[in-house]
Every structure is written in structure tokens, then in C-alpha cells.
T-cell receptor, first 112, second 114 residues
Framework: EDQVTQSPEALRLQEGESSSLNCSYT??????LFWYRQDPGKGPEFLFT???AGEEKEKERLKATLTKKESFLHITAPKPEDSATYLC?????????????FGTGTQLKVEL | EAGVTQFPSHSVIEKGQTVTLRCDPI?????LYWYRRVMGKEIKFLLH????????ESGMPNNRFLAERTGGTYSTLKVQPAELEDSGVYFC????????????FGSGTRLTVV
């Protein structure tokens, strides 16, 4: 069974204080690993897809990396507007259909 | 382009009652997904439609849940009769393809069963 574990559950940062969120996964053949951002009362919003170990993607202050067992979401010099829950999900190549298996998320709070 | 629309946004019902959730996907998206987040747990897959056909319903918890997609357009998810453990946020997503980056999620329906 595919599994995704995210840590920490919650993270509080000062504005400008860089950090990383972790996503550990087990999957029967990885089609893709996805990062989403979710704001309160909203649905998940797509950020990145990573397909193979060693791949990196960047968007503004966010950078996602992938190894064979985990992914990191690095946040550089965060701003208060980066406060949200960050979700990691995997999609399996076979046996899992097209569904996404999510982790429970990391709730990020960036303070002035 | 209009996003994925779900309604109602909130619903409070009594145990044993019936509730129907509706999802209007982005126009032209053949793939429609239902997911659910129960308090304190991760978002979990319920089922996947391709047009009007159920492609994968492996995540449906039991036969109290019935999903339909009329003419490959909007979809409904009916819970009958509702139980306390059905409380949670129900998300709908749609996409043109089956890869996760194409998913657009709706804002969800928060269902509370009392």
C-alpha cells in the first residue's frame, strides 16, 4: 500500500527564516510526486510535480527536490503570505490507478 | 476559466438523513475525482470518473455512498443514510488528463453529521 508521511506537522518561522519540509514516501513504482498548497477553506492548489530522483523544481521562494525515498520543499526567505498547509502526494505507476495518495500535510505559519 | 465548483459549501445533517453533494468540473475536463478529508487524517481518494463512467471506485467506504456523473458533466455524491463518521470535507477535482499536475480542486463541501 502506498504511504506518504510528512514532517513536521506544524512549523512556525519568522519572516526571512529559511527552512525545509519533508515528505517520505513508499510507493509501488512512482509515476509522480506532487506538492500542493492549501489555504484555509480552499482546495489544494498545485505547486510542483517531480518524476525521478535528482529532479528539482523552483517557483519563487519554493524549491522542491526528490530522492528515491523522500522529497523536500525548501522555503527560502519566507513571507507571511507563504503561510498555508503544504501537502505532498504520490501517484503510482501501476496498481493504484490514477489516484493520489496524500500525506497529512505541514501547517506553515510565517510571522513578521 | 471558471474553476471547479462545489455546493453546498457547508452541510449539517442528522444521523440517518440523506445528503447530496454536487460538483461542477471545469468545462471540457473528462476526468472527475472525489476525495475526502476526515478530521485529523489525510485527504483520501474516493473515486474517479472518466466522462460518465466510473474508472476506479476503490476508495468508496461502503454502499451508503453513491456517486453519479450525468452525461459526463456535473457529478453528485449521495450519502444515505449518513453516519457520524461520514463527517469531513469532501473535495472534487477535475482534469483533462490523469496526471496529478492537471488536477484542479474545488473548495470542498464541509459535511457535519450530528
Amino acid at each position: 500500500e502506498d504511504q506518504v508521511t510528512q514532517s513536521p506537522e506544524a512549523l512556525r518561522l519568522q519572516e526571512g527564516e529559511s527552512s525545509s519540509l519533508n515528505c517520505s514516501y513508499t510507493v509501488s513504482g512512482l509515476r509522480g510526486l506532487f506538492w500542493y498548497r492549501q489555504d484555509p477553506g480552499k482546495g489544494p492548489e498545485f505547486l510542483f510535480t517531480l518524476y525521478s530522483a535528482g529532479e528539482e523544481k523552483e517557483k519563487e521562494r519554493l524549491k522542491a527536490t526528490l530522492t528515491k525515498k523522500e522529497s523536500f520543499l525548501h522555503i527560502t526567505a519566507p513571507k507571511p503570505e507563504d503561510s498555508a498547509t503544504y501537502l505532498c502526494a504520490v501517484q503510482a505507476l501501476t496498481g493504484g490507478g490514477n489516484k493520489l495518495t496524500f500525506g497529512t500535510g505541514t501547517q506553515l505559519k510565517v510571522e513578521l | 476559466e471558471a474553476g471547479v465548483t462545489q455546493f453546498p459549501s457547508h452541510s449539517v445533517i442528522e444521523k440517518g438523513q440523506t445528503v447530496t453533494l454536487r460538483c461542477d468540473p471545469i468545462s471540457g475536463h473528462d476526468n472527475l475525482y472525489w476525495y475526502r478529508r476526515v478530521m485529523g487524517k489525510e485527504i483520501k481518494f474516493l473515486l474517479h470518473f472518466v466522462k460518465e463512467s466510473k474508472q476506479d471506485e476503490s476508495g468508496m467506504p461502503n454502499n451508503r455512498f453513491l456517486a453519479e456523473r450525468t452525461g459526463g458533466t456535473y457529478s453528485t455524491l449521495k450519502v444515505q443514510p449518513a453516519e457520524l463518521e461520514d463527517s469531513g470535507v469532501y473535495f472534487c477535482a477535475s482534469s483533462q488528463d490523469t496526471k496529478g499536475y492537471g488536477y484542479t480542486f474545488g473548495s470542498g463541501t464541509r459535511l457535519t453529521v450530528v
